[in-house]
């Protein structure tokens, strides 16, 4: 199994950021592609953004020039920085794992593993 913990979230005002943390498994970047993604109540979720094993990053046309994500492998963790948000943006953040690790989908069925979530909310 592949355990992500998510944390960082909080409220913010618009034109804010905010820096999400996934600690993942140290195995999980080498193998599995990561990804990010969103959901408001009564929605489905949306990604955000994915990430191979070579770190090549694509995101959505939403978020694309305003949010960054990266990995630090040495500490095993995952992160989403958010620029400039906006009320929109307010939703739960997931970081998730899975795929070949290459073919990286931002499509929620291609990701086995979720962590548990954390709130962002943009005023």
């Known amino acids: 199994d592949v355990q992500l913990v998510e944390s960082g979230g909080g409220s913010v005002q618009a034109g804010g950021s905010l820096r999400l943390s996934c600690a993942v498994p140290a195995y999980v970047f080498s193998a599995l592609c990561m990804a990010w993604f969103r959901q408001v109540p009564g929605a489905e979720r949306e990604g955000v953004v994915s990430?191979?094993?070579?770190?090549?990053?694509s995101y959505s046309d939403s978020v694309e020039g305003r949010f960054t994500s990266s990995r630090d492998i040495a500490k095993t963790t995952l992160y989403l920085q958010m620029n400039s948000l906006q009320p929109e943006d307010t939703a739960m953040y997931y970081c998730?794992?899975?795929?070949?690790?290459?073919?990286?989908?931002?499509?929620?069925?291609?990701?086995?593993?979720w962590g548990q979530g954390t709130q962002v909310t943009v005023s």
């Open positions: 990430i191979g094993v070579d770190g090549r990053a």
């Open positions: 998730a794992a899975g795929g070949d690790g290459y073919r990286c989908s931002l499509s929620s069925d291609a990701y086995p593993y």
